[in-house]
């Protein structure tokens, strides 16, 4: 399936899966982008990893909350004093991670170029009321990144680089590596974005964003998914059990995707996850056209990398589904 729409789909792709925590396939398609720039992708490829990024400081915020820097339940105005005398002044990080603050989703980056989008992002006027039900929120994960970075006093990158301790793995890569990573839109802004951040949110910071902004591999991907799935399975985890056991339990109702801590729940059978995949099953999706999946019930973790942007922005979801379905029909062969 991935052979056939190389090309049509996307140029590049890393496909990893593993069960019980050890590696059972992986193989990367395809090249950076396809014209005389065009570079051969290896299984190590970093791609831009858009809103998987949220899985990434997820972890880094439960850490913080490990270490007593947080409580999941707090407000956290005492860290975002701007909310002092705004309804936000009720939100706490479980709110955030679970996408249930009433945050604003997102903003047009036209609207955004001539202001600060810190300012934007913790002061806009609220969707809905604090608590009040699941609206998926950017702004509430660039919220998320502002107050663990003030909280801490470090920067995000170094926040993540301690906890997701990776190598290559993390924000703005260097100008010397960009060639090597697969080139996503090309838009009439910034023109063919190869290195540099697809997400214009994350752009306009600097590159580096609660929800997105990240670099990395299918492995480092499969590396954040294992940590809360050997949680599960009494592995050795670099996250606390009890909180990486919490942030896979349903937080909040949808009938689309369930909530957990930074995780999107399986709900229903057309979740790209595919039907084979388990109730159980957590997982979360990138723009750029990234995605994991972990099961478990089969103690699986998938992951699939692409550059689907690179053609344009049309849904990626049939690509994914049919992916993962191969994903547990090819496990379920073998066990």
């Given at each position: ?210 929800h997105a902004g990240i670099f990395g591999s299918a492995a480092d991907a499969a590396w954040i998914g294992e940590q809360y799935l050997a949680a599960l399975h ?102």
């Amino acid at each position: 399936m991935l052979r056939a729409a190389l090309g049509r789909r996307f140029t590049a792709a890393v496909a990893r899966v593993e069960r019980h925590g050890r590696v059972l396939f992986e193989r990367a398609y395809g090249s950076t982008r396809v014209d005389r720039d065009v570079r051969p992708i290896t299984l190590d490829t970093r791609f831009d990893l858009a809103s998987l990024t949220k899985l990434a400081v997820t972890t880094v915020a439960l850490d913080a909350v490990a270490r007593g820097g947080f409580a999941l339940d707090d407000p956290l105005v005492a860290t975002i004093p701007e909310w002092a005398s705004l309804p936000q002044r009720a939100i706490t990080m479980r709110m955030l991670l679970a996408h249930t603050s009433g945050m604003q989703s997102g903003a047009h980056y036209r609207s955004l170029r001539d202001r600060s989008v810190e300012e934007y992002a913790l002061c806009a006027d609220l969707h809905a009321p604090v608590g009040s039900g699941v609206l998926y929120s950017d702004l509430g994960f660039l919220a998320l990144g502002f107050a663990l970075a003030r909280r801490e006093g470090r920067s995000l990158p170094t926040l993540v680089e301690r906890v997701v301790a990776r190598p290559g793995f993390g924000y703005r890569p260097r100008a010397t590596e960009w060639g090597a990573i697969p080139a996503t839109e090309c838009d009439g802004w910034r023109g063919r974005l190869q290195g540099r951040v697809h997400d214009e949110k994350a752009y306009l910071c600097g590159g580096v964003a609660g929800h997105a902004g990240i670099f990395g591999s299918a492995a480092d991907a499969a590396w954040i998914g294992e940590q809360y799935l050997a949680a599960l399975h009494g592995r050795s985890s670099a996250i606390d059990g009890a909180l990486a056991r919490e942030a896979v339990r349903e937080q909040a109702f949808d009938p689309t995707l369930r909530r957990g801590l930074g995780w999107a729940l399986k709900t229903r059978d057309d979740n790209s996850c595919g039907p084979g995949f388990s109730r159980d099953s957590f997982g979360h999706t990138g723009f750029t056209g990234t995605c994991i999946w972990v099961d478990p019930q089969r103690d699986l973790t998938a992951v699939l990398l692409t550059n689907t942007v690179y053609f344009g922005r049309e849904d990626s979801t049939d690509l994914r589904r049919a992916f993962f379905s191969g994903v547990t029909e090819a496990a379920d062969r073998i066990a």
